[in-house]
């Protein structure tokens, strides 16, 4: 009885084992769920939902080791993106990219300009209305985004910090794209 019991229990603990790792590798390459904590988004996400973000399709970061994955495909104008704050590296905010490095972005009477051309592409840029705010969104002025960055606005224009307060979020600080609202299940959707 006593051989059953030892043999129980390692199985037991071999399929715990298996499946801390396998959550591990899948948290850490593939998906990893997120909390919406502010209304910096609104109306895209409200404040309490929560979501799935992809991490393989840029590149998921290997830990320990200062490097990604190779990317699926590089991040375009309109993703909302997960990514470590610049500003402050405990967290992690939820944003739509603007522009990409490189690229010269004007905030101008609420509107998109990037290279001097308004933005009517994708609808999601072209349907909020941008304040002028912070260092990085004054009125009538300018900003070249810097290679291997990118320019990221809330959704809720008038109550987010982001690129127009403390300037662009580097690529290495990238954890993914959101895919998906999971919860509450009257809001789950996919994220376009």
Excluded: C
Excluded at 2 to 16: M, P, V, Y
Excluded at 69 to 80: E, F, N, T, W
Excluded at 111 to 117: E, K
């Amino acid at each position: 009885m006593k051989e059953q019991t030892r043999l129980a229990i390692k199985d037991w603990a071999e399929s715990i084992v298996i499946a801390v790792i396998l959550a591990l590798f899948i948290r850490t390459f593939v998906v990893q769920a997120f909390k919406i904590p502010s209304g910096s988004m609104i109306p895209t996400f409200q404040v309490g939902d929560r979501i799935f973000v992809n991490k393989f399709i840029y590149g998921a970061r290997v830990p320990f080791f200062n490097m990604n994955l190779p990317a699926v495909r590089q991040p375009k104008r309109g993703d909302i993106i997960v990514f470590i704050s610049p500003d402050t590296p405990q967290k992690d905010f939820v944003k739509r990219l603007i522009a990409i490095g490189g690229e010269k972005v004007e905030i101008k009477d609420g509107r998109i300009m990037v290279n001097g051309r308004l933005i009517e592409e994708p609808a999601s840029i072209r349907s909020v209305y941008y304040y002028n705010a912070g260092d990085y969104g004054k009125e009538g002025q300018t900003i070249e985004v810097p290679k291997d960055s990118y320019f990221v606005l809330g959704d809720n224009s008038g109550s987010s910090r982001d690129s127009r307060f403390w300037g662009f979020v580097p690529k290495k600080n990238m954890l993914g794209k959101v895919i998906f609202i999971y919860w509450p299940l009257y809001r789950m959707k996919v994220v376009h």
